[in-house]
């Protein structure tokens, strides 16, 4: 285990699965204390378990950051977090007007207004006490129109200049903000996606998806820059996917 973030407290969203999952054991491999939450309480426990078998230490809060009471409540208990890995998300490939307005607002709550929320528990400790990293994961979908994921664009542009503003408001506080922006990435976050039109796209695709750890690596580099130094953005494309 490397000792770059050793005395560090990491909280990352989504930490049951997928990017979250390999940003939380990159961190701990790291030296970081994790503090890890998603729904799933059992895969949360695995993740835990993981990192304590490695020499690391970890806990996890298990909830739906959806509920704000549950989501006022980790940011309270989460306490004096150093590095915030804003990573929880949801999509749902398909036509706009094929997509049902329950999906709509469910992902608009999942990808914009939590990490809004938390990001306002967290970032206001951090400034007071002058330090502290937030990390927002974005998609290249924040740049790049993605048909068939109109309202998932539309989140990720949010958070995009959500985190810009908050780099210019919070610099002279003390904090670093950062954006990482994955391409396509193999996790499980599209296995709610059967419209016809995705699935013969996903289909026809020559090229190799990200893994989970390809991004877990920015957020690595990021979180490990010295502390005169930082990255505002970080994009990570497959090699030979749409506009890499």
Request: proline share 4%; hydrophobic share 45%.
């Amino acid at each position: 285990m490397n000792e770059r973030l050793q005395g560090q407290i990491a909280l990352v969203t989504g930490a049951s699965a997928g990017i979250g999952r390999a940003c939380a054991l990159a961190l701990a491999a790291e030296g970081a204390e994790i503090i890890a939450t998603a729904r799933t309480q059992a895969a949360l426990q695995d993740v835990v378990r993981n990192i304590e078998n490695s020499g690391g230490k970890a806990r996890y809060v298990a909830g739906d950051l959806n509920d704000n009471a549950f989501l006022d409540r980790l940011g309270r208990e989460a306490g004096a977090v150093d590095i915030l890995v804003n990573n929880a998300g949801i999509l749902t490939y398909a036509p706009f007007i094929d997509t049902s307005l329950d999906d709509i607002e469910l992902m608009v709550r999942t990808n914009l207004l939590a990490p809004l929320r938390l990001t306002h528990w967290i970032a206001g400790a951090m400034a007071k006490r002058g330090c502290g990293h937030v990390i927002m994961i974005s998609s290249g979908a924040a740049r790049r129109p993605v048909p068939l994921g109109l309202v998932y664009t539309a989140t990720k542009h949010a958070i995009a200049g959500m985190t810009r503003v908050l780099r210019m408001e919070l610099q002279d506080s003390g904090l670093k903000v950062t954006e990482i922006a994955p391409g396509s990435v193999e996790t499980g976050i599209r296995d709610t996606s059967t419209h016809p039109q995705y699935v013969a796209k996903m289909q026809g695709r020559s090229y190799q998806l990200l893994a989970p750890e390809d991004v877990a690596s920015a957020v690595v580099y990021a979180a490990t820059l010295p502390e005169h130094c930082t990255t505002h953005l970080i994009e990570v494309k497959p090699r030979f996917g749409p506009s890499s």
